[in-house]
């Protein structure tokens, strides 16, 4: 021990040397399901903020921003992350984990807001970089600590579905003549690609429910790039302003439709004709006139259209979204006239009848391209038997997708998969992933939808086979 004066403080002494403190601690309530969790299910939970959506790992008791107890909110997050940041120890210690050189990084895990602290191993020092991927490598005995993840090794790079979509043969439609008036049934055929669908907002996801939600072109523009990589083939657009609202402006919705083309000219963009509450038909439909997109929403019946508290029957937002026969005929009409392929929404089986009606006129050019919207406020639940229903009163030669508010996205993609049809995904419909996690943007629920996909067998649709399928050609 030595004593040394310094200069202001003369009571006060240095004292050099270390001092080793091996301790062990109870890691409290939140910890200890966290530990646990990990050593007996092989799952990294987080909490989650209800206020202000923040998703801690690890996981914490109380909100850092707005101090909302958050002790039994969990939400798993995913095993795969980025690297936030890292250094490199390069002395021993007995009470180190590894032996030196090692790497400590901050791992940012998907689905998580905060980084955590843990080793990286399973690859060169000088190749460790801000940003990697890496993914978690559970221990084969556990220790009851953290070093139950043993450690987090460089991520298994995926085969993006353009590459796999370059070493496949196009499909091509058969030149079998369809002589049928009625619609084939029994076994669909798998073979044909599965269209995928993002939705990137819709008029009221708002970014206070997700960031990630695009207001001006430039985030319209890169959210769709990011699902063009992901595998979309089409995305669907309700234009916004800075602020958020939806918009029936001309020069905005072409700034924004514009600003997709340039980033992503492959996609396929379908402008909405819906556009947002209180918009008259002819607000709704001169900006599809005058931009001529290559498809646009077609909306079927006058129906209920709000906002509800599903749990306890509360109405936010009512509102009747009105939808004549007579705008379904002058809408449908205007459409095909200006070469713009419609997307023909049923809310319920009465939407699809009502388009067959107005289409007894000869409106509608085929293939007629239907898309089943499931668990709106006023429309119908999604239900298997319902979907079946639907499909089987379709004309003979349409096609079919399908999208879900909420909860319902997943079954009723994962059906319509499976009976040969297309789905729609996006943050306009959902804002989380199958595990409650929040979406990190559309792109990552056309990550969901591919893998359903992959699972089925299903082929992901190019845009020009997607354009082949629906009868359109690109602009």
Not at 153 to 162: D, F, G, L, Q, T
Not at 285 to 297: F, G, H, M, R
Not at 319 to 339: C, H, I, P, R, W
Request: charged residues 25%; proline residues 5%; neutral net charge.
């Amino acid at each position: 021990m030595k004593k040394k004066q310094i200069k202001g403080y003369e009571d006060s002494f240095v004292v050099e040397g270390k001092m080793a403190l091996p301790y062990t601690y109870f890691a409290g309530r939140v910890g200890s399901k966290f530990i646990t969790t990990i050593r007996d299910q092989k799952k990294i939970m987080g909490v989650k903020c209800p206020t202000c959506n923040v998703v801690y790992l690890p996981p914490r008791q109380v909100c850092d921003k707005d101090f909302t107890d958050i002790r039994d909110k969990w939400v798993e997050v995913s095993n795969t992350g980025t690297v936030a940041n890292f250094t490199v120890v390069r002395y021993d210690d007995k009470h180190l984990p590894r032996k030196a050189p090692f790497v400590l990084a901050l791992v940012k895990l998907d689905g998580a807001d905060t980084p955590f602290m843990h080793i990286l191993e399973e690859c060169k020092i000088e190749d460790v970089k801000i940003g990697m991927k890496v993914e978690a490598v559970f221990a084969k005995e556990t220790t009851n600590t953290i070093l139950d993840i043993d450690h987090f090794k460089p991520a298994s790079e995926k085969i993006s579905v353009h590459e796999i979509n370059a070493a496949r043969k196009q499909w091509v439609p058969s030149d079998e003549p369809d002589t049928k008036e009625k619609r084939k049934g029994g076994k669909p055929d798998m073979s044909k690609p599965v269209i995928i669908t993002a939705a990137l907002t819709g008029a009221a996801t708002m970014k206070n429910q997700n960031p990630s939600v695009p207001y001006t072109p430039a985030e319209f523009a890169e959210e769709a790039y990011k699902c063009w990589k992901a595998g979309a083939a089409m995305i669907h657009v309700h234009a916004r302003e800075d602020g958020g609202m939806a918009t029936h402006e001309h020069a905005r919705i072409k700034a924004t439709y514009d600003a997709i083309k340039d980033k992503c000219p492959d996609i396929i963009v379908c402008l909405t004709s819906a556009v947002g509450m209180g918009k008259t038909a002819e607000q709704r439909l001169s900006q599809i006139v005058a931009i001529k997109p290559e498809v646009a929403s077609l909306n079927t019946n006058t129906m209920n259209f709000g906002i509800v508290d599903r749990k306890t029957g509360k109405i936010f937002i009512d509102y009747v979204f009105e939808n004549t026969f007579t705008m379904l005929q002058d809408f449908g009409k205007a459409m095909e006239e200006n070469s713009v392929k419609p997307e023909i929404e049923c809310y319920d089986m009465g939407g699809l009848d009502n388009a067959i009606l107005i289409g007894k006129q000869g409106i509608f050019t085929d293939p007629m391209n239907f898309n089943f919207v499931w668990g709106v406020a006023g429309g119908q639940a999604f239900r298997a038997e319902s979907f079946i229903a639907m499909m089987n009163a379709l004309p003979p030669k349409a096609n079919f997708t399908t999208c879900g508010v909420g909860t319902d996205e997943f079954p009723c993609i994962m059906q319509s998969c499976i009976l040969g049809g297309h789905m729609r995904v996006g943050l306009e419909d959902n804002i989380k992933m199958p595990n409650g996690a929040l979406a990190k943007g559309s792109y990552d629920l056309v990550e969901v939808a591919v893998e359903i996909a992959n699972a089925l067998g299903r082929p992901i649709a190019t845009t020009d086979e997607a354009r082949l399928i629906m009868g359109i050609k690109k602009r």
